[in-house]
């Protein structure tokens, strides 16, 4: 018995012995297989996906025409979910609503009837409840379905067929997009104007050579079915359209509304695609709620049967142009789209393609669509041209077919015998009725004899010919564009194009609220931010052995420039900084400050400043504050240190003399001309020391003197500063009694 279980199982049984790791990556590379090529990419030659096919087959077959009366949707999912589609009924409803949302889809494929949703992100309603039908769009996707256009295989069952692909009477995939996520990649395609589309095809037929970018001609970008404005720029769109790969930026459409004494509010009237409006109402108004944005005052929703979103400023001073740039920075009144036009090739592979491949795809598509079409047309004329030679031979001889009929047991044999028919014209005759014997006339079968020998004649020289079935492509392309034309309610190009140069220029204050704050840094690094301009700082409490080390009042929309001993200069946003509650947060969390490392200057930026950096060695130079700034964690070195040397000053540039002071108190004061202006670097030598270095520097008008700053904060001057005036880079001589006792210009 124990044997027996371990025998392995017959051909065909349920244990198999193999590695783990290649079972579950042939399992896995099948699944993946599965989802790539049976449910999230679509096919490039009718633009759907199998659920979307599959319903509009499904539709196809309960002659859900736009004629006819519409239908439960119940009985479309169940039918579809029955017979083709082996997946749930949320799945086949939630691909069924969307092809019925205007809002969605540019060029909707079912007609709905009932709740299917709205703008504001509310969900359809049961499918119980609601009803459609095929829009006309849908049809033409359908478009000799029923004349061996297309290939077809069996259902999942194997009791049904159905299409491998729809014939697709215009370019679908890009006019109605496609959104899919697969295993290890996804496609994002942007729906389009296809009239403009059929433009491009046109071109593209008289002009197989023609480049992605002569088609940009003829499909400028995206046209969603919201509207909105597309502000990329006409480079970043090529690029997007050669590669296949790429995005573009859409923006919601507003205008300035009037009011009485020169107020005005702003009106929103198209969201980008996509956008649930209740959303974005809901976050419109938790950034004025927050603050966060402090050139909006209100926001409200006025939408009926189009979209009305009311803006008002927060002071009629604000410019409308601001205002908006603000908000497209801070919500989804801007969005991006992006593009990834990965589809199914006619083999069925996946593949990213251009624009002209998508384009040139379709239209071999429709080439394979004529071709097969005038086949079965072929097929048929070719039948009927069998019967209506019987049917002649029936006229030519009507009472000799009547007599063998009534007297003969076997008429059928003897009618081929004897008239020399074939089986097929036999069968047409026997199957005639005696009232439609009356009717036959030798010439109306001799007209419809010729006629469809001319129509067999002109299809196979149609087949015959590569340049006639472009033509006849042509042809059918323009009329199809009647459908879609910009006379027609969906002909109408609804998103538009703006030159992003144009866009107004902004400043940070429109992202934050504008208020005084006095920035507090400690000794050991821990800064807070306490509300307006503390005019005592002295009762601050710090962590025991700290205290205070620099007192910034500024405002938070400033940036705020710190100064490190090792020569980099750092930026932190004011509002970015923690309150006042507490004893703050250590600096070091918000730069990359080393341990060993500290700070010797807070400094609010002012753009166009200037400031004089020095090392402890005595080298310096004039920087501006603009070259100060950081746009990393790390900072930004400005004044280069080496060896046992440190920066350590950092003082504003306020006149035309500089004095500084060394550790030996031996003061020398220069023309500030002498010392260059730079953006990095360690610039020239300030002053010489035999002993120590540099201690103090400081810049001062000529015209108002030297003085400086004691522990107690009063001002003194230097009444003999003249006599300290040397050359730069020399020693300088001691400094005069009454001095600093620390021997810097600002006591300590």
Not at 80 to 91: I, N
Request: hydrophobic share 40%.
């Amino acid at each position: 018995m124990a044997d027996d279980m371990s025998s392995p199982p017959e051909e065909g049984g349920r244990i198999v012995n193999e590695p783990i790791g290649e079972a579950l990556s042939r399992r896995f590379l099948s699944y993946a297989l599965s989802t790539i090529t049976s449910r999230a990419v679509p096919d490039v030659r009718d633009g759907l996906k199998p659920v979307h096919r599959r319903i509009l087959y499904g539709m196809s077959n309960l002659n859900l025409s736009p004629d006819a009366a519409f239908k439960k949707s119940a009985k479309i999912v169940g039918d579809v979910m029955g017979d083709f589609h082996p997946h749930g009924d949320t799945a086949i409803y939630d691909a069924m609503v969307r092809l019925a949302q205007d809002f969605s889809s540019r060029y909707p494929l079912v007609d709905g009837q009932g709740n299917f949703g709205n703008v504001d992100g509310d969900s359809a309603a049961a499918y119980r409840y609601t009803e459609a039908r095929m829009t006309q769009a849908a049809l033409l996707l359908l478009d000799g379905l029923d004349e061996d256009a297309v290939d077809f295989r069996e259902n999942y069952a194997g009791d049904k067929e159905e299409p491998v692909v729809l014939p697709a009477a215009f370019p679908n995939l890009l006019a109605n997009g496609s959104v899919g996520i697969a295993v290890g990649m996804a496609t994002s395609i942007p729906p389009h104007n296809a009239a403009e589309l059929i433009d491009a095809c046109l071109h593209l037929i008289k002009s197989p050579g023609a480049t992605v970018e002569d088609l940009i001609k003829f499909v400028p970008g995206p046209d969603f079915p919201t509207g909105g404005i597309v502000v990329e720029s006409k480079e970043s769109i090529r690029e997007a359209y050669a590669t296949g790969k790429g995005g573009f930026r859409l923006r919601a459409k507003w205008e300035v509304e009037e009011l009485q004494r020169g107020t005005w509010r702003i009106i929103v009237t198209e969201i980008p695609y996509q956008v649930q409006k209740a959303k974005l109402i809901t976050a419109l108004a938790d950034l004025v709620e927050n603050k966060k944005a402090p050139l909006l005052g209100d926001v409200r929703d006025e939408s009926a049967d189009t979209v009305r979103i009311v803006l008002e400023p927060r002071a009629r001073t604000v410019e409308p142009a601001v205002l908006m740039e603000s908000l497209f920075k801070l919500s989804e009144l801007e969005t991006r789209i992006p593009l990834n036009m990965n589809v199914l090739d006619a083999q069925g592979a996946p593949r990213v393609m251009n624009l002209k491949e998508v384009l040139k795809a379709f239209l071999d598509h429709q080439r394979d669509v004529l071709q097969r079409r005038s086949n079965y047309r072929l097929g048929k004329i070719a039948a009927r041209l069998e019967i209506l030679a019987g049917l002649l031979i029936v006229y030519l001889n009507l009472d000799e077919v009547i007599r063998i009929i009534r007297r003969e047991d076997e008429p059928k044999p003897v009618l081929i015998k004897r008239f020399k028919l074939s089986e097929v014209q036999a069968e047409a005759i026997l199957n005639t009725r005696l009232r439609q014997l009356r009717k036959l006339e030798e010439m109306e079968i001799r007209r419809e004899d010729k006629a469809l020998r001319e129509e067999q004649e002109a299809l196979n020289l149609l087949l015959g010919s590569e340049a006639r079935q472009w033509t006849k492509i042509g042809q059918q392309l323009t009329k199809t564009r009647g459908v879609f034309g910009e006379n027609t309610a969906w002909g109408r190009r609804r998103a538009t194009f703006s030159d992003v140069s144009g866009q107004a220029e902004i400043s940070v204050e429109a992202f934050i609220v504008r208020e005084p704050i006095t920035v507090v840094l400690s000794e050991k690094g821990w800064v807070r931010a306490l509300k307006g301009h503390a005019a005592d700082t002295d009762s601050l409490k710090y962590k025991e052995g700290d205290r205070q080390a620099f007192v910034l009042q500024c405002e938070t929309t400033d940036k705020i420039i710190l100064m490190a001993t090792d020569g980099r200069a750092f930026t932190l946003g004011a509002d970015k900084l923690p309150g006042g509650r507490g004893m703050g947060e250590p600096i070091r969390l918000m730069i990359e400050l080393g341990e060993d490392q500290d700070l010797i200057a807070l400094i609010a930026f002012t753009p166009g400043a200037k400031m004089l950096v020095a090392s402890s060695d005595g080298h310096g130079f004039v920087v501006t504050e603009d070259e100060m700034i950081a746009t990393k964690r790390a900072g930004k070195q400005v004044l280069a240190v080496s060896g046992m040397a440190f920066a350590q000053v950092c003082t504003p540039v306020d006149g035309d003399m500089v004095a500084v002071i060394g550790e030996n108190r031996k003061l020398l004061v220069f023309p500030l001309s002498e010392v260059p202006e730079m953006s990095r670097g360690k610039g020239v030598k300030l002053q010489s020391y035999k002993d120590g270095g540099l201690l103090d520097a400081v810049v001062f008008r000529k015209a108002d003197g030297l003085s400086w700053t004691d522990t107690a904060g009063r001002t003194r001057s230097v009444a003999e500063w003249k006599e300290h005036v040397g050359k730069r880079a020399s020693s300088g001589r001691v400094a005069p009694r009454g001095f600093s006792r620390s021997g810097k210009f600002q006591g300590e």
